[in-house]
Protein backbone atom coordinates (compact mmCIF):
# COMPACT_ATOMS: atom_id res chain seq x y z
CA UNK A 1 0.00 0.00 0.00
CA UNK A 2 1.59 3.33 -0.90
CA UNK A 3 0.98 6.43 0.78
CA UNK A 4 0.17 8.40 -2.64
CA UNK A 5 -2.84 6.07 -3.07
CA UNK A 6 -3.48 6.14 0.27
CA UNK A 7 -3.84 9.57 0.81
CA UNK A 8 -5.71 9.97 -2.58
CA UNK A 9 -8.71 7.72 -1.36
CA UNK A 10 -8.91 9.28 1.80
CA UNK A 11 -8.85 12.89 0.03
CA UNK A 12 -11.77 11.29 -2.20
CA UNK A 13 -13.76 9.84 0.89
CA UNK A 14 -13.87 13.47 2.49
CA UNK A 15 -14.60 15.08 -0.33
CA UNK A 16 -17.85 12.67 -0.94
CA UNK A 17 -18.76 12.41 2.52
CA UNK A 18 -18.90 16.60 2.70
CA UNK A 19 -20.60 16.89 -0.34
CA UNK A 20 -23.07 14.24 0.96
CA UNK A 21 -23.67 16.46 4.67
CA UNK A 22 -23.85 19.57 2.34
CA UNK A 23 -26.74 18.52 0.80
CA UNK A 24 -27.85 16.66 3.51
CA UNK A 25 -27.85 18.72 6.61
CA UNK A 26 -30.67 21.06 7.75
CA UNK A 27 -28.62 23.58 9.74
CA UNK A 28 -27.31 25.83 7.06
CA UNK A 29 -24.30 26.80 9.37
CA UNK A 30 -23.15 22.76 9.28
CA UNK A 31 -23.83 22.67 5.48
CA UNK A 32 -21.73 25.64 4.84
CA UNK A 33 -18.88 24.33 7.02
CA UNK A 34 -19.14 21.31 5.10
CA UNK A 35 -18.95 23.01 1.98
CA UNK A 36 -15.69 24.75 3.45
CA UNK A 37 -14.62 20.80 3.88
CA UNK A 38 -15.30 20.49 0.54
CA UNK A 39 -13.50 22.92 -1.02
CA UNK A 40 -10.04 21.95 0.65
CA UNK A 41 -11.00 18.72 -1.05
CA UNK A 42 -10.74 19.58 -4.21
CA UNK A 43 -7.79 21.72 -3.88
CA UNK A 44 -6.39 18.41 -2.95
CA UNK A 45 -7.45 16.40 -5.73
CA UNK A 46 -6.43 19.25 -7.86
CA UNK A 47 -2.43 18.69 -6.08
CA UNK A 48 -2.77 14.61 -6.89
CA UNK A 49 -3.66 15.71 -10.72
CA UNK A 50 -0.26 17.76 -10.33
CA UNK A 51 -2.17 21.38 -10.82
CA UNK A 52 -0.43 23.05 -8.18
CA UNK A 53 -1.58 26.71 -9.03
CA UNK A 54 -5.37 25.65 -9.76
CA UNK A 55 -4.89 24.11 -6.54
CA UNK A 56 -3.81 27.41 -4.95
CA UNK A 57 -6.40 29.33 -6.77
CA UNK A 58 -8.86 27.33 -5.57
CA UNK A 59 -8.39 27.84 -2.02
CA UNK A 60 -7.98 31.69 -2.34
CA UNK A 61 -11.25 32.14 -4.31
CA UNK A 62 -13.44 29.51 -3.36
CA UNK A 63 -12.69 28.83 -0.19
CA UNK A 64 -11.39 32.79 0.91
CA UNK A 65 -13.68 34.19 -1.16
CA UNK A 66 -17.16 32.29 -2.17
CA UNK A 67 -17.72 31.04 0.57
CA UNK A 68 -17.33 33.99 3.16
CA UNK A 69 -20.21 35.24 0.79
CA UNK A 70 -22.09 32.50 1.24
CA UNK A 71 -21.42 32.62 5.00
CA UNK A 72 -22.47 36.44 4.40
CA UNK A 73 -25.81 35.45 2.65
CA UNK A 74 -26.75 32.76 5.13
CA UNK A 75 -26.04 35.31 7.94
CA UNK A 76 -28.01 37.61 6.52
CA UNK A 77 -30.95 35.96 5.42
CA UNK A 78 -31.47 33.99 8.41
CA UNK A 79 -32.95 35.50 11.97
CA UNK A 80 -30.34 33.83 14.34
CA UNK A 81 -32.06 33.59 17.33
CA UNK A 82 -30.23 30.72 18.65
CA UNK A 83 -26.88 29.27 16.76
CA UNK A 84 -28.27 25.54 16.55
CA UNK A 85 -31.84 26.44 15.54
CA UNK A 86 -31.39 27.49 11.75
CA UNK A 87 -33.49 24.49 10.23
CA UNK A 88 -34.20 24.39 6.31
CA UNK A 89 -36.36 22.36 4.90
CA UNK A 90 -36.46 19.74 2.01
CA UNK A 91 -38.88 19.23 -0.56
CA UNK A 92 -39.06 17.15 -3.78
CA UNK A 93 -36.92 14.39 -2.70
CA UNK A 94 -38.74 12.16 -5.01
CA UNK A 95 -37.39 14.30 -8.37
CA UNK A 96 -34.12 15.16 -6.98
CA UNK A 97 -33.24 11.68 -5.83
CA UNK A 98 -34.12 10.68 -10.13
CA UNK A 99 -32.18 13.17 -11.20
CA UNK A 100 -28.91 12.17 -8.81
CA UNK A 101 -29.98 8.95 -9.62
CA UNK A 102 -30.07 9.27 -13.28
CA UNK A 103 -26.77 11.25 -13.55
CA UNK A 104 -24.61 8.84 -10.90
CA UNK A 105 -26.47 5.96 -13.50
CA UNK A 106 -24.94 7.72 -16.48
CA UNK A 107 -21.68 8.39 -15.19
CA UNK A 108 -21.44 4.73 -14.44
CA UNK A 109 -22.34 3.56 -17.70
CA UNK A 110 -19.85 5.91 -19.56
CA UNK A 111 -17.27 4.68 -17.27
CA UNK A 112 -18.06 1.08 -17.44
CA UNK A 113 -18.10 1.61 -21.78
CA UNK A 114 -15.13 3.81 -22.17
CA UNK A 115 -11.86 3.03 -21.51
CA UNK A 116 -10.56 6.11 -20.87
CA UNK A 117 -6.76 5.65 -20.93
CA UNK A 118 -7.12 3.84 -24.38
CA UNK A 119 -8.76 7.07 -25.54
CA UNK A 120 -6.71 8.03 -29.04
CA UNK A 121 -5.48 11.48 -27.77
CA UNK A 122 -4.91 10.05 -24.75
CA UNK A 123 -2.16 7.59 -26.10
CA UNK A 124 -1.39 10.01 -28.43
CA UNK A 125 -0.15 12.29 -25.41
CA UNK A 126 1.53 9.47 -23.90
CA UNK A 127 3.97 9.25 -26.89
CA UNK A 128 4.66 12.39 -27.05
CA UNK A 129 5.79 13.02 -23.85
CA UNK A 130 3.00 15.46 -23.04
CA UNK A 131 1.61 14.45 -19.68
CA UNK A 132 2.62 15.95 -16.48
CA UNK A 133 4.52 14.72 -14.41
CA UNK A 134 5.21 14.90 -10.46
CA UNK A 135 8.36 17.27 -11.12
CA UNK A 136 6.18 19.68 -13.47
CA UNK A 137 4.81 23.04 -12.47
CA UNK A 138 2.02 24.51 -14.26
CA UNK A 139 2.76 27.88 -13.58
CA UNK A 140 5.02 28.97 -16.21
CA UNK A 141 2.94 27.39 -19.20
CA UNK A 142 -0.58 29.28 -17.35
CA UNK A 143 1.08 32.72 -17.51
CA UNK A 144 2.25 32.17 -21.42
CA UNK A 145 -1.43 30.54 -21.72
CA UNK A 146 -2.92 33.52 -20.13
CA UNK A 147 -1.13 36.07 -22.49
CA UNK A 148 -1.33 34.51 -26.27
CA UNK A 149 -3.97 31.76 -26.43
CA UNK A 150 -6.28 32.71 -23.63
CA UNK A 151 -5.50 36.37 -24.19
CA UNK A 152 -9.66 37.35 -24.90
CA UNK A 153 -11.37 35.18 -22.26
CA UNK A 154 -8.47 36.78 -20.02
CA UNK A 155 -9.78 40.79 -20.91
CA UNK A 156 -13.49 39.21 -21.14
CA UNK A 157 -13.14 38.43 -17.56
CA UNK A 158 -11.63 40.91 -16.64
CA UNK A 159 -14.51 43.11 -17.75
CA UNK A 160 -17.32 40.34 -16.29
CA UNK A 161 -15.78 40.79 -13.01
CA UNK A 162 -15.72 44.55 -13.27
CA UNK A 163 -19.37 44.50 -14.07
CA UNK A 164 -20.25 42.15 -11.41
CA UNK A 165 -18.99 43.77 -8.65
CA UNK A 166 -20.70 46.99 -9.77
CA UNK A 167 -24.14 45.33 -10.73
CA UNK A 168 -23.77 43.36 -6.86
CA UNK A 169 -23.24 46.48 -5.43
CA UNK A 170 -25.84 47.72 -6.79
CA UNK A 171 -28.36 45.23 -6.67
CA UNK A 172 -27.78 44.77 -2.65
CA UNK A 173 -27.67 48.19 -1.94
CA UNK A 174 -29.98 49.63 0.88
CA UNK A 175 -32.68 51.70 0.17
CA UNK A 176 -32.65 54.55 3.91
CA UNK A 177 -36.20 55.55 3.29
CA UNK A 178 -38.31 53.22 1.26
CA UNK A 179 -40.92 52.24 3.25
CA UNK A 180 -38.54 49.41 5.01
CA UNK A 181 -37.95 49.37 8.77
CA UNK A 182 -34.65 50.65 9.58
CA UNK A 183 -33.39 50.73 13.43
CA UNK A 184 -33.22 54.71 13.41
CA UNK A 185 -36.30 54.82 14.32
CA UNK B 1 -10.77 -2.06 -7.71
CA UNK B 2 -10.12 0.07 -4.75
CA UNK B 3 -7.09 -1.30 -3.64
CA UNK B 4 -5.59 -1.63 -7.28
CA UNK B 5 -5.32 2.31 -7.14
CA UNK B 6 -2.08 1.75 -4.55
CA UNK B 7 0.45 3.07 -7.48
CA UNK B 8 1.84 6.26 -8.02
CA UNK B 9 -0.58 6.83 -10.73
CA UNK B 10 -4.19 7.90 -10.36
CA UNK B 11 -6.71 6.30 -13.77
CA UNK B 12 -8.22 8.86 -14.98
CA UNK B 13 -11.24 7.31 -14.57
CA UNK B 14 -11.28 7.78 -10.70
CA UNK B 15 -11.46 11.49 -11.46
CA UNK B 16 -14.80 10.89 -13.86
CA UNK B 17 -16.81 8.93 -10.93
CA UNK B 18 -15.62 11.52 -8.18
CA UNK B 19 -16.53 14.64 -10.62
CA UNK B 20 -20.00 12.41 -11.30
CA UNK B 21 -20.99 11.97 -7.88
CA UNK B 22 -19.97 15.78 -7.32
CA UNK B 23 -22.28 16.76 -9.43
CA UNK B 24 -25.04 14.61 -8.84
CA UNK B 25 -25.06 15.94 -5.65
CA UNK B 26 -24.78 19.23 -6.40
CA UNK B 27 -28.03 18.22 -8.91
CA UNK B 28 -29.88 16.88 -5.68
CA UNK B 29 -29.46 19.83 -3.72
CA UNK B 30 -30.59 22.95 -6.28
CA UNK B 31 -33.60 20.24 -6.94
CA UNK B 32 -34.22 19.51 -3.15
CA UNK B 33 -33.54 22.45 -0.99
CA UNK B 34 -35.36 25.30 -0.18
CA UNK B 35 -33.44 27.60 0.95
CA UNK B 36 -32.04 29.68 -1.96
CA UNK B 37 -28.66 30.17 -0.32
CA UNK B 38 -28.31 26.01 -0.38
CA UNK B 39 -29.30 25.94 -3.50
CA UNK B 40 -26.20 28.02 -4.47
CA UNK B 41 -24.24 26.00 -2.67
CA UNK B 42 -24.97 23.06 -4.76
CA UNK B 43 -24.57 25.33 -7.78
CA UNK B 44 -21.06 25.80 -6.43
CA UNK B 45 -20.76 22.19 -5.77
CA UNK B 46 -22.29 21.39 -9.80
CA UNK B 47 -19.34 23.89 -11.17
CA UNK B 48 -16.27 21.96 -8.53
CA UNK B 49 -17.22 18.68 -10.36
CA UNK B 50 -17.04 19.80 -13.83
CA UNK B 51 -13.13 21.55 -12.79
CA UNK B 52 -12.01 18.29 -11.56
CA UNK B 53 -13.21 16.53 -14.83
CA UNK B 54 -11.47 19.42 -16.75
CA UNK B 55 -8.59 19.28 -14.81
CA UNK B 56 -8.19 15.61 -14.75
CA UNK B 57 -8.09 15.28 -18.66
CA UNK B 58 -5.62 18.58 -18.91
CA UNK B 59 -3.10 16.25 -17.46
CA UNK B 60 -2.45 14.72 -21.03
CA UNK B 61 -2.23 17.93 -22.11
CA UNK B 62 1.31 19.76 -20.92
CA UNK B 63 1.91 22.05 -23.86
CA UNK B 64 -1.59 23.75 -23.78
CA UNK B 65 -2.97 23.08 -20.53
CA UNK B 66 -6.27 23.95 -21.79
CA UNK B 67 -8.52 22.05 -19.71
CA UNK B 68 -6.70 24.28 -16.55
CA UNK B 69 -7.12 27.32 -18.34
CA UNK B 70 -10.83 26.51 -18.86
CA UNK B 71 -10.83 25.78 -15.38
CA UNK B 72 -9.31 29.20 -14.31
CA UNK B 73 -12.06 30.97 -15.96
CA UNK B 74 -15.23 28.67 -14.39
CA UNK B 75 -13.50 29.58 -10.83
CA UNK B 76 -13.64 33.11 -12.51
CA UNK B 77 -17.00 32.90 -13.35
CA UNK B 78 -18.20 30.66 -10.52
CA UNK B 79 -17.23 33.87 -7.85
CA UNK B 80 -19.34 36.51 -10.57
CA UNK B 81 -22.37 34.46 -10.19
CA UNK B 82 -21.91 33.76 -6.25
CA UNK B 83 -21.91 37.44 -5.87
CA UNK B 84 -24.39 38.46 -8.30
CA UNK B 85 -26.58 35.72 -7.35
CA UNK B 86 -26.30 36.08 -3.27
CA UNK B 87 -26.94 40.00 -4.04
CA UNK B 88 -30.40 38.75 -5.81
CA UNK B 89 -31.20 36.44 -2.39
CA UNK B 90 -30.35 39.51 -0.47
CA UNK B 91 -32.75 41.89 -2.55
CA UNK B 92 -35.64 38.50 -2.22
CA UNK B 93 -34.72 38.46 1.44
CA UNK B 94 -35.84 42.61 1.40
CA UNK B 95 -38.88 42.24 -0.36
CA UNK B 96 -40.61 39.12 0.54
CA UNK B 97 -38.99 38.37 4.23
CA UNK B 98 -37.94 34.71 3.76
CA UNK B 99 -35.54 32.98 1.08
CA UNK B 100 -37.90 30.04 0.99
CA UNK B 101 -38.08 29.51 -2.41
CA UNK B 102 -41.61 27.95 -2.30
CA UNK B 103 -42.62 30.94 -0.73
CA UNK B 104 -41.73 33.64 -3.57
CA UNK B 105 -45.14 32.62 -6.17
CA UNK B 106 -46.32 36.36 -6.67
CA UNK B 107 -45.65 35.58 -9.93
CA UNK B 108 -47.76 32.47 -10.06
CA UNK B 109 -51.83 33.03 -11.13
Known amino acids: MSTYGFWFIVFSLVLVSSALAVITFRNIIYAAFCLLLTFFSVAALYVFMRADFLAVTQVIVYVGGILILLLFGVMLTNKITSFFKIKTDVVNVGWGSLAAGGMLFLIAFIVRTISFANLPWVKNAEKANNVLKDTDSTVHTIGIQLMTTNLLPLEIASILLTVALLGAAYIARREPTKGRKTLSK | ?109
Open chain 2, 1 to 109: MLISAFLTEIPVYYYVVISGILFAFGLYAVITRRNAVVALMGVELMLNAANINLVAFSQFDKALLSGQMTAIFVIALAAAEAAIGLAIVLNVYDRFRTVNLDDIDTMKE
